[in-house]
């Protein structure tokens, strides 16, 4: 089993950047892909970004591609979410999740847990 702590969430202005974590436990990891989500106030949670186990393969919603970069350190048991130009409509709670399988599974699939994610706010 994996468990994941994000972090590196805070409040800045439009056109600003943050960069958030996603630290897991476990020997597994190295072998899960992974994938950031956001839940903004009374919208559904909804896919961002994912990457493979290794690394090789990355996906994109379109809303944050060009500006988004999805990494990860499988040495420190960490995936990464640099933020760039950020915007007012990218306010959300960000949380990560892993599973086996490819970019795609992460994308379509529907997770039973969730961590309690770090709060990301873009003012205008």
């Known amino acids: 089993q994996v468990l994941l702590v994000e972090s590196g969430g805070g409040s800045v202005q439009a056109g600003g950047s943050l960069r958030l974590s996603c630290a897991a436990s476990?020997?597994?990891?190295?072998?899960?892909?992974v994938g950031w989500f956001r839940q903004a106030p009374g919208k559904e949670r909804e896919f961002v970004a994912a990457?493979?186990?290794?690394?090789?393969?990355?996906d994109y919603v379109d809303s944050v591609k060009g500006r988004f970069t999805i990494s990860r350190d499988n040495t420190k048991n960490t995936v990464y979410l640099q933020m760039n130009k950020l915007k007012p409509e990218d306010t959300a709670v960000y949380y990560c999740?892993?599973?086996?399988?490819?970019?795609?599974?992460?994308?379509?699939?529907?997770?039973?847990?969730w961590g309690q994610g770090t709060q990301v706010t873009v003012s205008p």
């Open positions: 999740n892993a599973a086996p399988g490819s970019v795609r599974t992460i994308r379509a699939m529907s997770f039973g847990s």
């Open positions: 476990g020997r597994t990891f190295t072998s899960y892909a």
């Open positions: 990457i493979s186990a290794i690394g090789e393969t990355r």
